[in-house]
């Protein structure tokens, strides 16, 4: 990519919102790797070839996706499309947010989405239904349903405010950081055989 800039600020609304928007960023991940075609990046993430035609087609009328080649074929021409940069920026300003917690929360909100409607597909499958309110093994509260515990091999979910020493922070940080690197290495585009797993960590210092 050594034609293109080494990072695009956007200049929009329209492309603050594109290269905001969640549906958009798992595609948006593979554009920034590399030459795609539409074909390829349906494939890559579970969309059929109408969507992913859909999604480049409004990145590329923003400027923010452009194609690199076409491949002549009988019938129309195989196009092949990459980012416009290895890297965008979006200044806060062109965002519509009205503060960056809120920012921060529009990101988030679709990935919690999906992982609260997962645990309650899971879940809806168990024959209770009440929830229990007590003491874990280490004396600390916890929420759980009837049944939680039989789904514990496909579904993890904890949120807590724990105190630690610094050097106990410190390990907190990269044991999260290193858990990340070892999926970034392991994981691959989405493919027949293999196990799908959403995974989200949100590790910030907590309010004393």
Same mark, same amino acid.
């Given at each position: 990519?050594?034609? =293109? /800039?080494?990072?695009?600020?956007?200049?929009?609304?329209? @492309? !603050?919102?594109?290269?905001?928007?969640?549906? =958009?960023?798992?595609?948006?991940?593979?554009?920034?790797?590399?030459?795609?075609?539409? %074909?390829?990046?349906?494939?890559?993430?579970?969309?059929?070839? @109408? @969507? #992913?035609?859909?999604?480049?087609?409004?990145?590329?009328?923003?400027?923010?996706? &452009?194609?690199?080649?076409?491949? /002549?074929?009988?019938?129309?021409?195989?196009?092949?499309?990459?980012?416009?940069?290895?890297?965008?920026?979006?200044? +806060?300003?062109?965002?519509? *947010?009205?503060?960056?917690?809120? =920012?921060? !929360?529009?990101?988030?909100?679709?990935?919690?989405?999906?992982?609260?409607?997962?645990?309650?597909?899971?879940?809806?499958?168990?024959?209770?239904? #009440?929830?229990?309110?007590?003491?874990?093994?280490?004396?600390? &509260?916890?929420?759980?349903?009837?049944? +939680?515990?039989?789904? =514990?091999?496909?579904?993890?979910?904890? *949120?807590?405010?724990?105190?630690?020493? /610094?050097?106990?922070?410190?390990?907190?940080? %990269?044991?999260? @950081?290193?858990?990340?690197?070892?999926?970034?290495? *392991?994981?691959?585009?989405? %493919?027949?055989?293999? &196990?799908?797993?959403?995974?989200?960590?949100?590790?910030?210092?907590?309010?004393?």
């Amino acid at each position: 990519m050594s034609d =293109l /800039p080494q990072s695009l600020t956007a200049s929009t609304q329209e @492309q !603050a919102r594109l290269l905001l928007d969640p549906a =958009l960023l798992t595609p948006l991940g593979h554009l920034l790797r590399g030459e795609v075609s539409a %074909a390829q990046l349906a494939r890559a993430c579970g969309l059929s070839v @109408q @969507q #992913a035609h859909h999604r480049l087609t409004r990145l590329r009328a923003a400027g923010l996706v &452009v194609v690199t080649q076409e491949q /002549p074929r009988a019938g129309r021409p195989v196009k092949r499309y990459r980012a416009a940069a290895p890297a965008f920026r979006v200044p +806060f300003a062109l965002t519509d *947010h009205a503060t960056l917690a809120d =920012l921060v !929360a529009g990101l988030h909100r679709n990935l919690l989405a999906r992982q609260h409607e997962r645990v309650g597909r899971l879940l809806a499958a168990q024959p209770g239904r #009440a929830l229990n309110i007590h003491l874990n093994a280490r004396g600390q &509260v916890t929420l759980d349903f009837d049944g +939680f515990e039989d789904v =514990l091999d496909s579904a993890i979910s904890a *949120h807590r405010l724990a105190y630690l020493s /610094p050097a106990d922070a410190q390990e907190l940080d %990269a044991r999260v @950081q290193a858990l990340f690197d070892w999926l970034d290495e *392991h994981a691959q585009s989405r %493919a027949d055989g293999l &196990v799908p797993r959403l995974l989200g960590v949100f590790l910030t210092p907590g309010d004393g």
